[in-house]
């Protein structure tokens, strides 16, 4: 579909516009004969509008809704097979596939006879035909003759020899006869005869009827029925491909069923051609259709004695998802079966029986197929096993190894559910599940009731030989027999709870200037940084405490603002910081230095110096180049944390630099800094308007 590869959200609109849920369009689909979620990818309004994945019977589940060519945007139906035809129904089926004709729709395949191949064992030559004949032993000898429209050929020392209509063998014969005479050593053995078609004649054929180009061709000796099909194009979807006639000049007639070769390969029907020839194409002849669980949905035609088990076997038999119990015929009545109110459709639901013997007649898929008779124009529609989630089912959840939804049937555990789901994880409470349950009543509003279903250690697969559990420390299980069995009804949601404060031990890590560096596990929800360097023998004299980086991974948080040195001498305090897991702290090496870079004269690294400010270090550096930003300079320091300068009006306080922090002095940004003179105008013109204000209010 063009629109689809072009604005797909164009289609989602006109499918979410078109009045109907996309219930009541699911719906729609499966009484057509469609999958109902054949549209689920157009239907979902939160979907982008990028190329959706569509399901294979999109196409079809989109004109069935009435998505034609007609809408305003010039929505346009096109074939996702090039070559010369759709091989697409038109009028009431337009759309739907008509079973075999995508074979003649590939331009690239034309299905030409192999001329290069030596012809069949039974080819007979005739006028037109080149023969090569070759002598070899006591003589060496080559004639290479064409065979006259009289239909024999002129070999010296031997005359005219007739070969018209004669296989290769029967012409080898022929040969050895009538040359042993001049020579002699063909009879002694002395001398061989081979001969050879060097090139094949053309044979004129015509080819009529419900073809895409009907007319003459010429057409190799060897060419077949199909040859001429694809010759002419191939048949048109109004074609029958179960009948196709070739009128011979002698008065017989050949009648070729392309449906052993095109569901079977089988080709021994395909008969080759002689000239004159004339290939009919007849109208298609009683055909149905074939929707929805099918391996192959199309149409098919049917001879006189085919019926419903042959249509459903050329359709490929039934899918996986098939619903195998029943199938439903959608048929047209016939003019005298209908009558006054009555209306001009009829659906039959047909039974299918379910046979294990495959011996049996008419079976197909595990079911027998009632021998019923199809009527032209008929629609058979194979439903699909409903979605899980419009069955009956059941729910797991919590803490299980695969929660989802499962089938549910009748007898159905809770130990079953859980065995599906795969069992219980670490951590969950084996004392009790909790169900909910629709209720039987519901005049006080209520949605379900809830269950305490009690469990025990059986449902782990953790126990020695008398049966006693085996697994993680923590509260003690029932042992295994005491819970009694409890049956799930449907639509029951099970929610397999967790112990009461359960949870995984986290890890942090500590690394630099530590005596023992490394992972280290969390006690408790209250470890704090000041416990984890107790637990790796505190900081080494050569660590920088005011440079401690404390990095939190939990939810992306990055660094954490910390005060090692407050949080070693206050354990009690907020300085001293809860640990997470993921957390890493990091004591860097103490460095008396201070970094200098960018808009200075020359970027340089200074020992740092107590009580010196950010003028010594600047001065150090050369100072400010000309087109430095002073306003904007920063200071960066050993634990990550940086300052930038602070000013109220006509003042301004720069941040101090300390041991191992580096200052960075931008360049200013061309016309981004406001002058002086602008700057203090506005200032005084505001000083100007608040005294005025005081002044009124006072003499007022």
């Known amino acids: 579909m063009r629109l689809l590869q072009q604005d797909p959200g164009r289609i989602r609109e006109m499918l979410l516009g078109s009045g109907l849920s996309p219930e009541e369009i699911r719906a729609q689909l499966e009484a057509a004969g469609y999958p109902s979620t054949a549209l689920d990818q157009l239907l979902d309004a939160t979907a982008s509008d990028s190329i959706p994945v569509l399901d294979p019977f999109a196409l079809g589940a989109l004109q069935a809704l009435g998505v034609t060519a007609s809408t305003p945007d010039g929505l346009q139906l096109v074939p996702t097979r090039t070559g010369l035809r759709t091989g697409v129904m038109r009028g009431p089926q337009r759309g739907f596939p008509i079973f075999g004709m995508d074979v003649f729709t590939r331009a690239t395949s034309q299905f030409q006879p192999l001329l290069a191949a030596p012809p069949p064992e039974n080819y007979r030559i005739g006028p037109g035909d080149e023969i090569v004949i070759v002598l070899t032993g006591e003589v060496e000898l080559a004639y290479q003759r064409v065979v006259t429209r009289e239909g024999f050929v002129v070999i010296p020392n031997a005359g005219q020899i007739f070969v018209a209509n004669l296989t290769q063998a029967d012409l080898l014969a022929l040969l050895r006869a009538r040359l042993s005479g001049p020579y002699s050593g063909i009879s002694r053995g002395t001398t061989t005869v081979s001969v050879s078609v060097a090139r094949l004649r053309t044979n004129q054929i015509y080819v009529t009827g419900e073809v895409a180009q009907a007319g003459a061709y010429q057409l190799a000796a060897v060419a077949t029925i199909t040859n001429a099909l694809y010759a002419a194009g191939g048949p048109t979807d109004l074609a029958n491909l179960r009948r196709i006639r070739v009128q011979r000049r002698n008065g017989d007639v050949v009648t070729l069923d392309l449906y052993p070769y095109l569901l079977w390969g089988d080709a021994s029907g395909d008969v080759v051609l002689e000239q004159g020839d004339v290939v009919f194409v007849p109208l298609r002849g009683r055909s149905v259709q074939v929707h929805g669980a099918v391996v192959r949905p199309a149409v098919y035609e049917l001879t006189e004695s085919e019926d419903l088990s042959d249509v459903l076997e050329a359709a490929g038999g039934f899918a996986p998802q098939a619903l195998r119990n029943r199938l439903t015929i959608h048929r047209i009545l016939r003019p005298a079966e209908r009558g006054p109110g009555l209306a001009e459709r009829q659906a039959i639901d047909l039974e299918l029986r379910p046979a294990a013997d495959s011996v049996v007649h008419n079976f197909l898929g595990g079911v027998v197929i009632p021998p019923i008779g199809l009527q032209d124009g008929d629609s058979i529609v194979v439903h699909y096993v409903p979605r899980l989630e419009d069955g009956y089912y059941v729910t797991i959840e919590g803490l299980v190894r695969a929660p989802g939804l499962f089938?549910?049937?009748?007898?159905?555990?809770?130990?079953?559910?859980?065995?599906?789901?795969?069992?219980?994880?670490?951590?969950?409470?084996?004392?009790?599940?909790?169900?909910?349950?629709?209720?039987?009543?519901?005049?006080?509003?209520?949605?379900?009731?809830?269950?305490?279903?009690?469990?025990?250690?059986?449902?782990?697969?953790?126990?020695?030989?008398?049966?006693?559990?085996?697994?993680?420390?923590?509260?003690?299980?029932?042992?295994?027999?005491?819970?009694?069995?409890?049956?799930?009804?449907?639509?029951?949601?099970?929610?397999?709870?967790?112990?009461?404060?359960?949870?995984?031990?986290?890890?942090?890590?500590?690394?630099?200037?530590?005596?023992?560096?490394?992972?280290?596990?969390?006690?408790?929800?209250?470890?704090?940084?000041?416990?984890?360097?107790?637990?790796?023998?505190?900081?080494?004299?050569?660590?920088?405490?005011?440079?401690?980086?404390?990095?939190?991974?939990?939810?992306?948080?990055?660094?954490?603002?910390?005060?090692?040195?407050?949080?070693?001498?206050?354990?009690?305090?907020?300085?001293?910081?809860?640990?997470?897991?993921?957390?890493?702290?990091?004591?860097?090496?103490?460095?008396?230095?201070?970094?200098?870079?960018?808009?200075v004269n020359s970027p340089v690294t200074v020992m740092y110096r107590p009580g010196e400010g950010l003028d010594y270090y600047i001065a150090n550096a050369g100072g400010y180049t000309a087109d430095a930003d002073e306003g904007r300079v920063s200071v960066r320091y050993a634990n990550g944390s940086a300052r930038t300068r602070s000013k109220f009006l006509l003042?301004?306080?720069?941040?101090?630099?300390?041991?191992?922090?580096?200052?960075?002095?931008?360049?200013?940004?061309?016309?981004?800094?406001?002058?002086?003179?602008?700057?203090?105008?506005?200032?005084?013109?505001?000083?100007?308007s608040v005294a005025a204000l005081i002044i009124a209010v006072w003499r007022g």
Do not use: K
């Not at 580096?662 to 002058?675: K, Q, R, S, Y």
């Open 407 to 599: 089938p549910w049937h009748p007898g159905m555990t809770i130990r079953e559910l859980i065995a599906l789901a795969r069992g219980p994880t670490v951590g969950a409470d084996l004392r009790q599940a909790e169900v909910s349950r629709l209720p039987a009543e519901r005049d006080d509003g209520q949605l379900a009731e809830r269950l305490r279903v009690p469990l025990d250690s059986s449902y782990l697969e953790l126990g020695d030989a008398d049966g006693a559990f085996r697994g993680p420390p923590g509260i003690s299980f029932p042992p295994p027999g005491a819970s009694p069995e409890f049956p799930l009804q449907p639509l029951d949601e099970v929610r397999v709870l967790q112990q009461p404060n359960f949870e995984m031990p986290g890890s942090v890590v500590v690394t630099g200037e530590v005596p023992i560096p490394g992972r280290y596990t969390l006690l408790t929800r209250a470890d704090r940084v000041a416990d984890l360097l107790g637990r790796a023998g505190g900081v080494l004299e050569t660590g920088h405490v005011d440079g401690a980086r404390l990095i939190r991974a939990a939810d992306a948080l990055g660094r954490i603002d910390l005060d090692l040195a407050a949080a070693l001498e206050e354990p009690d305090g907020d300085d001293n910081v809860i640990l997470q897991n993921g957390d890493s702290l990091h004591i860097p090496p103490y460095s008396p230095t201070v970094v200098v870079r960018g808009a």
């Open 651 to 688: 003042w301004s306080s720069y941040p101090e630099p300390g041991p191992g922090s580096e200052i960075l002095v931008p360049a200013e940004v061309p016309g981004t800094n406001t002058p002086w003179w602008t700057v203090t105008g506005s200032l005084l013109s505001g000083i100007g």
